[in-house]
């Protein structure tokens, strides 16, 4: 699991870092009505739970910090000089309703949004070179929202192909509990990761491996509001191989 978990995280790191960076450029296009951004939020995390020396703890407070890392992407998505626009054709075969694209060191991106109605469209393109590889327009991620905020789905794919990287979403219940669910693809295998809060701030989580649809649970844990918590750990075949708790 370790090799697989340690893979994730350094996914998670690079496409953070990307994005970010590309959110420091300064564009030249005016600023007319502000864009709609994803509503993906932190994951609370309660202090005593974050300061446990209890290994498993601690694993789970590494898995949350992954889910809050993803919910970090929804600040690029729309920056503030996001522009109005009317005359743009791009995927899906009709015009954005904002858009924006800068140039820096030969990469160039795209950030798109289109307005469906009852929901929104999000879509990151890069044409040039990074220095590693050469995209022509290629879509490098693919986001939508409810536009009441209570859901999302975002999507990532590998360097210059359509094949799926990474999967997020996120979203809330009739109780107000919400949800974060990564999958993240490797070479044979994907690992899952769902992480729940509930309003008072109590949650659980399940990290599962396996290949497409196919998951085995290896870890699952639940904590309370005041950071206390307990967790079960599975072999290969989702057999139960140990369980504890921390205070």
Not at 133 to 139: I, K, Q
């Amino acid at each position: 699991m370790s090799r697989r978990v340690a893979k994730f995280v350094l996914g998670v790191l690079i496409m953070a870092g990307f994005v970010g960076c590309s959110k420091n450029s300064s564009p030249t296009e005016p600023k007319k009505k502000e864009a709609p951004t994803i509503a993906a939020h932190q994951v609370t995390i309660p202090q005593k739970m974050a300061q446990s020396s209890d290994p498993n703890a601690q694993l789970a407070v590494g898995f949350i910090s992954m889910a809050n890392g993803f919910s970090n992407f929804g600040s690029n998505f729309a920056p503030t000089s996001l522009q109005k626009s009317s005359s743009l054709a791009a995927s899906p075969n009709d015009d954005p309703t904002w858009f924006r694209t800068w140039t820096n060191a030969g990469l160039t991106t795209s950030v798109s949004i289109y307005d469906k109605g009852d929901t929104y469209v999000w879509e990151i393109r890069l044409s040039g070179t990074d220095g590693e590889n050469s995209f022509s327009d290629w879509l490098f991620i693919h986001a939508e929202q409810s536009q009441d905020r209570s859901s999302g789905t975002m999507t990532i794919y590998e360097p210059v192909t359509t094949k799926v990287s990474s999967v997020f979403t996120w979203g809330k219940d009739a109780e107000n509990n919400y949800t974060l669910t990564m999958i993240a693809n490797f070479d044979a295998a994907a690992a899952k990761v769902v992480v729940l809060q509930r309003p008072d701030n109590s949650g659980s989580l399940e990290y599962s491996e396996g290949s497409q649809n196919n998951f085995v649970v290896q870890f699952t844990c639940q904590w309370s509001a005041d950071g206390s918590g307990s967790w079960t750990s599975y072999d290969d075949n989702g057999k139960q191989t140990g369980s504890g708790s921390w205070n």
